[in-house]
């Protein structure tokens, strides 16, 4: 059974940082191209970061060189570094491959 679990988030002020986690149980993510999501209220959801299964990652331009995607295939995890955050980055950010996805863990941040 696919099981995502995103955890690492909270409440920072504009210019913090804080880093995702998403463990993944049930399968390998050694074997898929890993993404994490976000979705502001009122918004739809908007691909924020990729990993693919070489280790490529690829931003969307409002997120590169700030945030950094990571994958360890020891501990079956993807995490999300997030850097200088800004009150537009205020979201619940999720992972997911595939039609998969977590439960997603909220991200705050206040100016």
């Known amino acids: 059974q696919v099981q995502l679990v995103e955890s690492g988030g909270g409440m920072v002020e504009s210019g913090g940082s804080l880093r995702l986690s998403c463990a993944a149980s049930?399968?390998?993510?050694?074997?898929?191209?890993m993404r994490w999501f976000r979705q502001a209220p009122g918004k739809e959801r908007e691909l924020v970061a990729s990993i693919s299964t070489n280790r490529i990652a690829d931003y969307t331009e409002a997120v590169r060189g700030l945030f950094t995607v990571s994958r360890d295939t020891v501990m079956n995890t993807v995490s999300l570094q997030m850097t200088s955050l800004k009150p537009e980055d205020t979201a619940v950010y999720y992972c997911g491959f595939g039609p998969f996805r977590g439960q997603g863990t909220q991200v705050t941040v206040s100016s």
């Open positions: 049930g399968f390998a993510i050694t074997n898929y191209d």
